[in-house]
């Protein structure tokens, strides 16, 4: 792997910053390299939920205490939250104190990081489930006053200076919106214009899983437990039109997501992620009950153009093993979790005839799902939690501590070919 990183310290890589007009994954020209860099941090407990690249340095986010970096064995306290320089692995002095988990990053203005997830206080100060902080020092940012009521926040996307914060909260930033808002990424407050009615009757609770918002920041895809939007039927699937200030619900949709899997779960939506292009979009679920006309445990394509009701492109099962991350470069989507095999609509947790086997992570082909031939397998455990691509690889977070066949403590990075 040495041969990898002398390239990637050579090279003048172009990272991905706040000038980019939305916060995406990064259009990559291949398949990365199922060689993991040697370099990466190692965590030692708990879990990754979230990464974000700001500038030349990496943010990770979880549930976890004890970390360090590559190749020193004592551990050093950081709850929650890090960074670290994206081609180097050191750490950076980037240390605030919080008292929960982190599962979502973005980067904000001017050196900044938004984190949102199940904390209350940051520095001994109250901030409830979302909060702005310096990079350089982990100070909180003055004048960002995003917090929550009630609940966590899951999710998080960026457009300019349009944050969109997704969850189960009742309201955030000063409005009323609960469960879904959009906030002013200098100051945290609710922008009052975005108004949506997200119910579901007759479940426990409304909670959004994920989003993804297309490059262009005009689409937005929302997943989670849902039925219905602004009173359409929509079923743990929605796309809003958010590119001006009031939202619509999109005449595009899918029922795809409408069967039922095991009784244990509300949603079983995971995670979705855009292309680079804003063509289409891919969703991951759970479910723990396998078939070919399900959509239980499967990664599937979306090509939301139109009106009406649409199926799905493509559908991948696992053969009822969970998928919780994805993330589409063009070149690939890259899909991770717990699973043990791709295309195997017919497996009920085995093998059924045409399966590949894939160890808690995968590459598909964007444009028929099938498998590539990209196979560096990962200890299963609970599964892949985050996943980011940036124009110099691909960054992978879980709650396991092999990837590649290599020791990589909850956190790897697959480099692109050079």
């Given amino acids: 792997m040495r041969r990898y990183l002398a390239v990637l310290i050579a090279l003048s890589v172009a990272f991905v910053s706040w000038t980019t007009p939305g916060y995406a994954d990064m259009q990559q020209p291949a398949v990365v390299s199922a060689d993991p860099v040697d370099w990466t941090p190692n965590i030692f407990n708990g879990q990754v939920n979230a990464i974000a690249v700001v500038g030349d340095t990496v943010v990770v986010g979880g549930d976890f205490s004890r970390i360090a970096e590559a190749g020193q064995r004592r551990a050093i306290r950081r709850p929650f939250l890090f960074a670290f320089h994206a ?34 206080w940051v520095n001994d100060q109250r901030r409830r489930g979302i909060v702005k902080l310096n990079l350089f020092n ?35 930033g000063g409005g009323r919106q609960p469960v ?21 009757p007759n479940h426990p609770r409304v ?27 929509r079923s743990q699937l929605a796309v809003l039109n958010v590119g001006s200030r009031r939202p619509t619900v999109d005449p595009w949709y899918t029922m795809a997501y409408d069967s039922l899997c095991h009784r244990a779960f509300d949603t079983y939506v995971r995670a979705v992620d855009f292309s680079p292009n804003g063509a289409y979009f891919v969703v991951v679920t759970t479910g723990a009950i396998s078939g070919p006309r ?31 991350a994805v993330s589409v470069t063009g070149a690939a989507v890259y899909v991770g979790g717990h699973q043990r ?35 560096p397998t990962r200890t299963r455990g609970k599964g892949v939690e985050a996943m980011v691509a940036t124009s110099y690889g691909l960054f992978v977070g879980s709650d396991t501590d092999r990837l590649g066949y290599e020791y990589h403590g909850k956190l790897g990075m697959f480099p692109l070919h050079r």
């Fill in 87 to 120: 081609t180097t692995g050191r750490f950076r002095d980037f240390r605030p104190d919080l008292d929960g988990p982190v599962n979502a990053l973005v980067p904000g203005p001017n050196d900044t990081v938004i984190v949102g997830g199940a904390f209350r």
């Fill in 138 to 172: 982990g100070e909180i940012s003055d004048g960002f006053e995003g917090t929550i009521d009630t609940g966590e926040v899951r999710a998080m996307e960026i457009h300019g200076n349009d944050l969109y914060v997704a969850g189960n909260f009742s309201s955030a």
């Fill in 180 to 200: 879904l808002t959009r906030l002013d990424a200098r100051t945290g407050l609710a922008d009052r214009e975005f108004q949506i009615s997200i119910t579901a």
């Fill in 207 to 233: 909670k959004l899983e994920d989003i993804s918002l297309s490059p262009d920041g005009r689409k937005l895809v929302i997943i989670g437990e849902i039925t219905r939007v602004n009173g359409e039927p």
């Fill in 294 to 324: 399900r959509m239980c445990d499967t990664a599937a394509r979306f090509d939301p153009q139109g009106s009406g009701e649409h199926g799905p492109t493509w559908v991948n099962h696992t053969g009822g093993d969970t998928l919780s």
């Fill in 341 to 375: 095999w791709m295309s195997n609509p017919y497996g009920r947790n085995f093998a059924a005839r045409g399966a590949i086997p894939r160890l808690g992570i995968a590459a598909l082909d964007p444009r028929d799902g099938s498998v590539f031939d990209w196979n």
